[in-house]
Nanobody, 124 residues
Framework: QVQLVESGGGLVQAGGSLRLSCIASGRTFSSLVMGWFRQAPGKEREFVATISGSGGRTYYADGVKGRFTISRDNAKNTVYLQMNSLKPEDTAVYHC?????????????????WGQGTQVTVSS
């Protein structure tokens, strides 16, 4: 079993930045593919970014490419999502997810473990 705890959400003005963190426990962190997903009110959960266990491969949704950066520190069992140039449409609950796999995963149904989420609100 893997436990995931996100932090770092908050209220920010458009154009601002936030860094989300997700700490994992319960399994060797480097064996886990990590992903970030978000869900806005009334909308389906959508993929944001994913990173392989080694950190060598990343993949982003088109809408965040160039603004968001996913990274990980395997020594700290932590994955990060640096969000820059935030827009009101980025407002959502952001969840981190984990799965024991070697490669990046873009589909939420493929992730076995989920955090409780952290709220990000971007004001215009």
């Amino acid at each position: 079993q893997v436990q995931l705890v996100e932090s770092g959400g908050g209220l920010v003005q458009a154009g601002g930045s936030l860094r989300l963190s997700c700490i994992a426990s319960g399994r060797t962190f480097s064996s886990l593919v990590m992903g970030w997903f978000r869900q806005a009110p009334g909308k389906e959960r959508e993929f944001v970014a994913t990173i392989s266990g080694s950190g060598g491969r990343t993949y982003y949704a088109d809408g965040v490419k160039g603004r968001f950066t996913i990274s990980r520190d395997n020594a700290k069992n932590t994955v990060y999502l640096q969000m820059n140039s935030l827009k009101p449409e980025d407002t959502a609950v952001y969840h981190c997810a984990a799965h024991p796999a070697a490669n990046v995963l873009k589909i939420d149904l493929m992730y076995a473990y989920w955090g409780q989420g952290t709220q990000v609100t971007v004001s215009s």
